[in-house]
């Protein structure tokens, strides 16, 4: 006789997003993103030091271990007969309910249920989970306080005699940490099945703690209006609880709509693994509520289109994909105008769809006025950074900005490229973002070339980085935050003359490539530029990247960039790092925490250093190609050589 599926929170948070998502959660034979997603990986892991320091905060406290549901409702319910007790983990269940508690604290029938968050949160805020237009709640709080109602559920229907109070425990952002090395308290290691965990050091305890950085929020409030009014697909919560619950026992599929939500789904991939057999939920849910056929999969759909506000609308009236739609209602796009709006960026994206164009859009008079105002030696730069919610230094916030590499590339007037300066600091316990400004600053003050960024991110962290040292005692922070406001800018505050050039930007204003299927990230935008691009394809089809003085690098040598496939495809230069190495920037966060927290040898510490290196080497580098297709697109390179 087979177990009866229990829905647990997690099972529940999935389908929250997506009632249709919880059949597909958990099986093997469903292809998911999650899987591989190393930014999701460092959120876990962050999340399993959180976990461990709240322990240290209650005392006394017996973890239920076991992972068998059936011993650990036995164990909970027989310790749950004491008068006072203060358990981790603790198993309730209800019917076809389950929940594990991360800290449960009983004294009599007063009961404390504490669900713990690696999220940070400003403490001075007031109605922190609440919208103040509609009196509901923050959408970005919603899912968290879903979390802790359905276990406050679970815990009422299981204990009805029980008093419980709910609370989240948060990284209070405006907390310090007060002893050294917080962070490496709590040692990462994975289990036998290669799961992650963290676990105490050795000799730690409380009263090494220091001050306390997760402070509780009382969340009854917020819980009582969710189980008194919140709905959700038309169903009160405990009608929405005892319908999924009811589903997932059965193993049900449950058919609630399509959208524009379906586009980030997990269980959308874009290719199905023969290896493994898996099927692909995000197909199932379309095949059978949009009765598409296999080959309406490789159409681009539309919530593809970027930046697109009537998708769902368009769904609801059976248009699905973009070749459907008439380009005439984004309004036309001028070939001779500078710049584009999104509406025309929207009319582009649709109109090469319909007319299967796949070559790309460029403003070239608008690239022409650009590229005019750029002063050589262009620099290209890129940063590795990490906000975590347990500090790695003493006197520092949770998710305070951490950065500690850069990479930065050099491309003179007459096209010469370098791999001019790198910095990384993986030194453990150290907080290493005043001496990377200063490394960046002496790269970057050798001339007045202009800098290029791409997103907002290298600006943002500059500007944290300037109050971090307002706020600090070095003797140099003057000069450093005078530097920081020449090349940055800071909405109300200043606008440096040498303020980054945001490349993506000028992508976005200037450039549309079909290849991207409406993305701008550079993870996209560079695959397809270089299946665009004969100038690049000519160029870098040979080791001549770090084999010439014209083309300097400091990771590789003779590398060849411009690779294919047996099919003729040009290689996502990415995928050329090997399996095993740092790829996106996720597991760049990971690989440094490890370096922080971990116990690892020297020789595995500099083997994680190599692979970043190498990582964001390749970033700035993506940079120089897209810039370098650009400049030939519009002549520049003959132009220059004309002048």
């Known amino acids: 006789m087979s177990k009866t599926r229990l829905l647990t929170k997690s099972g529940f948070k999935t389908a929250c997003e997506c009632p249709s998502k919880l059949f597909f959660s958990g099986k093997s034979d469903y292809a998911s993103t999650r899987s591989d997603n190393s930014f999701l990986d460092a959120l876990a892991e962050g999340g399993f030091q959180v976990g461990e320091l709240a322990k240290l905060f209650n005392p006394g406290g017996l973890e239920i271990e076991t992972l068998e549901s059936e011993i650990a409702l036995s164990q909970s319910r027989e310790l749950l007969n004491r008068e006072t007790v203060t358990l981790f983990e603790a198993a309730l269940g209800f019917e076809k309910l389950l929940v594990r508690v991360d800290i449960l604290r009983k004294v009599g029938h007063r009961v404390d249920l504490v669900e713990v968050k690696a999220k940070g949160f400003d403490s001075t805020e007031s109605n922190l989970f609440w919208n103040k237009k509609n009196k509901g709640l923050m959408s970005r709080w919603e899912p968290y306080l879903l979390d802790v109602a359905f276990q406050t559920y679970v815990a009422q229907k299981a204990f009805p005699e029980w008093e419980i109070s709910p609370y989240l425990m948060l990284a209070d952002k405006h907390a310090v940490t007060s002893v050294e090395g917080l962070n490496q308290f709590f040692e990462l290691t994975k289990d036998a099945t290669g799961k992650s965990r963290a676990s105490l050091s050795p000799g730690r305890s409380l009263a090494d703690a220091g001050a306390p950085i997760l402070k509780e929020v009382d969340v009854s409030a917020e819980v009582n209006f969710i189980h008194r009014e919140w709905e959700s697909h038309g169903k009160s919560f405990e009608e929405l609880v005892e319908w999924l619950a009811e589903a997932y026992a059965e193993d049900r599929y449950l058919p609630v709509g399509l959208g524009s939500k379906c586009k980030n789904c997990e269980f959308r991939v874009e290719t199905q693994s023969p290896a493994k057999g898996q099927k692909i939920g995000f197909e199932k849910c379309w095949s059978e509520q949009a009765s598409l056929k296999p080959e309406d999969f490789s159409r681009p759909f539309v919530f593809d289109i ?338």
Request: aromatic letters at 12%; charged letters at 25%.
């Open 306 to 643: 970027w930046k697109y506000r009537l998708a769902d609308k368009k769904i609801s009236e059976g248009i699905f994909f973009q070749d459907q739609l008439d380009p005439a209602e984004f309004g036309s796009v001028d070939a001779d105008q500078a710049g584009m709006q999104s509406w025309q960026r929207q009319a582009l994206q649709v109109r090469k769809v319909i007319e299967k164009d796949t070559t790309p859009y460029i403003d070239k008079q608008g690239l022409l006025d650009d590229f005019s105002r750029w002063i050589y030696p262009l620099h290209f730069i890129d940063f590795e950074t990490s906000q975590v919610a347990i500090p790695f230094g003493k006197g520092r916030h949770p998710y305070e900005q951490v950065a500690f590499q850069f990479s930065h590339h050099r491309l003179e007037a007459d096209g010469r490229i370098s791999h001019a300066t790198e910095y990384i600091d993986l030194s453990r316990g150290k907080f290493p973002s005043f001496d990377f400004v200063r490394a960046l600053r002496r790269a970057l003050s050798e001339d007045r070339g202009s800098i290029f960024r791409y997103s907002p991110h290298e600006n943002v962290v500059l500007c944290q980085i300037h109050e971090q040292l307002l706020a600090s005692e070095e003797p140099d922070r003057k000069e450093l935050c005078q530097w920081i406001e020449t090349v940055t800018t800071k909405k109300d505050a200043w606008k440096g003359p040498r303020s980054m050039v945001d490349l993506l930007e000028v992508v976005m204003n200037r450039y549309y490539n079909p290849l991207t299927d409406g993305s701008n990230s550079l993870k996209s935008v560079l695959p397809a530029v270089l299946t665009s691009s004969k100038y690049l394809q000519r160029k870098y089809s040979q080791p001549i990247y770090g084999a010439a003085e014209s083309l300097t690098s400091h990771n590789y040598k003779d590398w060849t960039w411009i690779q294919r496939n047996a099919s003729g495809k040009i290689l996502d230069p990415y995928s050329l790092l090997g399996e095993n190495e740092i790829r996106e920037g996720g597991a760049a966060m990971t690989a440094y925490a490890r370096t922080q927290f971990a116990s690892m040898p020297e020789s595995e510490r500099a083997k994680l250093a190599r692979s970043l290196l190498r990582y964001c080497e390749l970033d700035t580098f993506a940079m120089v190609l897209v810039y370098e297709h650009l400049a030939d697109e519009i002549g520049w390179w003959n132009r220059a050589t004309d002048t």
